[in-house]
């Protein structure tokens, strides 16, 4: 009983598992990288199906049949020390953080929306006031400053908000 | 007629149970994997993420069903992992000092404007993300920040200094 629960691949097959695993996280990366889906907050039904079938696509690709405990378990650690691993370079480095996730953009400074990059982030007037109207407002009076956020929401700083110093971060932040 | 048998197809009871230990084992593991490796913040789970928690889960689907398309171990396998997920949360409610071990206790990211840069490594939080937690809670950056906690659900919770 015990022998059929504690089954493992040969040392081989481990190491065939774990490198055909690490190849297909970064494939799966690059890939989601190149189609330019970052915007989590604003996933349809059809890029949430994608995901899911892509993981099921690459399934047989990482453990290849082995229905053995070690082959999934192996799998799934060598998973989860490559997502940390791109974590921890983001973490380190704002550069790759920029490169993989995006950065935030300023629409609208200190009442004035700023046109050039509402246009080139693709987002409509309606959807600006759509936005503003969720978080209360129902004109860009009173507001300090809205931001496209790299997950797609739009965030609104109210002018009454409490600036102690005034910096700009991003360059997507900075007034054009 | 055919049809039937098929959806029925007969599996060993061994083969259940065996199947079921499996799929046990493979929960505690990957609990265990997550609280060492995962990512605190999973309210910040961006797309890769993402992709990485389904090529998981597929890749440990053949280690806990053993390969078989078989209804019982389908079946048996789903709900020993319902049950085992149960019992853990019955057991955090009834010892919340084992929960609080095990989980996590919040951690201050930002403490009357200042942010805590080691606790923001550690915690493996950019600083993007605490500028966007803040944004969204309408506050321009941590400055205007009295604390800002990462919760141990993954979120970030942002109390602003008072005006004036």
């Known amino acids: 009983m015990l022998r059929d629960v504690l089954d493992y691949p040969s040392p081989h097959a481990a190491m065939v598992i774990a490198g055909k695993t690490a190849v297909v996280y970064v494939v799966l990366i690059a890939g989601l990288r190149l189609l330019g889906k970052r915007e989590l907050g604003q996933m349809s039904l059809a890029d949430l199906v994608l995901i899911v079938i892509l993981g099921n696509a690459v399934q047989n690709a990482m453990i290849n049949n082995d229905n053995t405990l070690g082959g999934g378990v192996i799998a799934a650690f060598v998973l989860l020390v490559m997502n940390r691993l791109l974590n921890a370079v983001m973490v380190r480095s704002p550069r790759a953080e920029r490169a993989l996730i995006g950065e935030p953009s300023l629409l609208v400074c200190d009442g004035k929306i700023i046109e050039g990059h509402v246009a080139s982030q693709g987002v409509t007037h309606d959807q600006l006031y759509a936005g503003l109207r969720e978080h209360g407002f129902d004109s860009l009076e009173g507001v300090h400053m809205v931001v496209l956020e790299v997950d797609g929401t739009m965030s609104v700083v109210p002018r009454t908000a409490q600036v102690l110093k005034t910096r700009r971060h991003y360059r997507g932040l900075r007034l054009p | ?164």
């Open chain 2, 1 to 164: 007629m055919t049809v039937v048998v098929a959806v029925l197809r007969p599996v060993s009871a061994h083969r259940v149970e065996v199947q079921v230990i499996k799929s046990l084992i493979v929960f505690v593991l990957l609990v265990g994997g997550f609280r060492l490796l995962g990512k605190r913040e999973a309210a910040q789970l961006n797309i890769y993420d993402l992709a990485m928690l389904m090529a998981l889960a597929n890749a440990v689907q053949n280690a806990m069903t053993g390969g078989l398309g078989n209804l019982p171990i389908g079946l048996a396998t789903s709900s020993a992992v319902l049950l085992a997920a149960w019992a853990i949360s019955r057991i955090f409610r009834r010892h919340p000092a084992l929960e609080r071990r095990f989980v996590g206790s919040p951690a201050i990211l930002v403490r009357d404007g200042q942010v805590l840069h080691p606790r923001l490594r550690r915690q493996r939080v950019t600083s993007s993300e605490l500028f966007e937690a803040c944004r969204q809670h309408g506050i321009e950056d941590p400055s205007g920040c009295a604390l800002a906690v990462l919760e141990v659900d993954g979120s970030i919770s942002i109390i602003p200094r008072e005006a004036g």
